[in-house]
């Protein structure tokens, strides 16, 4: 295996050190063990167990950017074929968003919306009041209309996670326990004292990547989920206010939105909030506004049990967008990582174009955008 002998001599080496086993890490090991590379990932927890396991796994395009509807819309064609043949393998179901418009101006939103998505041959449905009524009876009365988004879904990301890294390990990839402390010329030192010996690192460990990378501009973004008990036929579709892009990609300052989520055993998830904050412990002030906001856009959620309540931290980046692709300063060194809310929709396509850039592959879409010198660049401007 790859790990060093007790003289400090390197016992194995391998072409490519994964740093992370989260759904991005996982991802990332198939692409480059299937292109025939030597793969070690190296995980200090469980694999899935971070911001993976936290996440709520809408699979969703989202059109912030140009940059940001190109990637989620790849990544999502990339889900489809990927779940195709064995949906339940992934939890997976095409649940479709609303996008829930309260008033006449959101509808307007809405119009807007459906104007970018066919722009971008996504299929979308706008909803007057009956139509919405009659596809979710369960929201409160006099919301004015919606947007459906129909080949949106969701997953059930550590169990994707695992799948990923199973595949992985069939093509080859070795998994280590460790926790990597530092990154050196030719591989990692892990806490243990042990280091593995790698060509080039890739960072894939999400809000942790300073911990290696102390320079990359990546903040910790806490959040909020409750599930609750089972209700099934309660909700049908993963349902989002509009307000949520604004709160969702505000750059300081706490938010909540509603975001709510059926899951197949007839349980709901309940998200979300968004805070810059480094401690895990439940704020139970931002989660009785993220509950009163849910149950005032379904109020039977107030009759429902909630079984559980946790946190996680998106990786966020100055610009809402991931760094994907080689670090402008460190030979060797790729990054895969800034995710924020949406790296389970992001890690298929994530991974197919690091591995595009490191086997010096023509990418599927254009690269550029994700390039971690953009924001390096505007770092060091700022300085
Ligand atoms: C509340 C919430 C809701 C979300 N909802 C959605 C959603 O609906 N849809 C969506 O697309 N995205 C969503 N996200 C975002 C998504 O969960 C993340 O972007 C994604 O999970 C990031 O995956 P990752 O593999 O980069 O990071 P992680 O899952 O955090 O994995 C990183 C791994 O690295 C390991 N690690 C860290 N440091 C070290 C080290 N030094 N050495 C070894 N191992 C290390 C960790 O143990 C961890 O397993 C949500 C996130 C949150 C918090």
Known sequence: MSVILSNGAFAMAFDVLIIGAGIVGAACAVELATAGLRVAVIECDTPGSGATAAGMGHLVVMDDSEAQIALTRYSQILWHALVQDEPERYEYARTGTIWLAA???????????????????IASEVLDRVQLYALEPHLRPGLTGGLLVPDDGVVYPPR????????????????????????????????????????AIVIANGARAR?????????????????????????????????????????????????????????????SSRQFVDTSEIDYSILGKMLRLATSYLPDLAQC???????????????????????????????????????????LATARLLAAQMLAQPPEIPAEPYLPARIFQEATHHE
């Open 211 to 271: 911990d290696l990378v102390p320079e990359m501009p990546i903040r910790p973004k806490k959040g909020h989920l409750v599930i609750t008990d089972r209700y099934p036929g309660l909700l049908h579709h993963q349902l989002v206010e509009l307000g949520y892009i604004k709160n969702a990609h505000a750059a300081s300052g706490d938010s909540v939105s509603f975001n709510v989520q059926p899951r197949g055993t007839g349980q709901i998830l309940i998200g």
């Open 305 to 347: 049990s909630c079984i559980r309540i946790w946190t996680g931290f998106r990786a966020a980046t100055p610009d809402g967008l991931p760094l994907i692709g080689p670090h402008p300063h460190r030979a060797g060194v790729w990054l895969a990582t800034g995710h924020e809310g949406l790296g389970i929709t992001t890690s």
């Open 103 to 121: 008033d006449e101006e959101e509808m307007q939103a809405v119009s807007q919306k459906q104007a970018l998505y066919t722009a971008h041959a």
């Open 160 to 199: 994707c996670a695992m799948v990923l890294l199973e595949r992985a390990q069939q093509r080859g990839a070795t998994l280590l326990y460790g926790n990597v402390v530092q990154l050196l010329p030719d591989g990692v030192q892990l806490e243990s004292g042990e280091r593995v010996k790698g060509e």
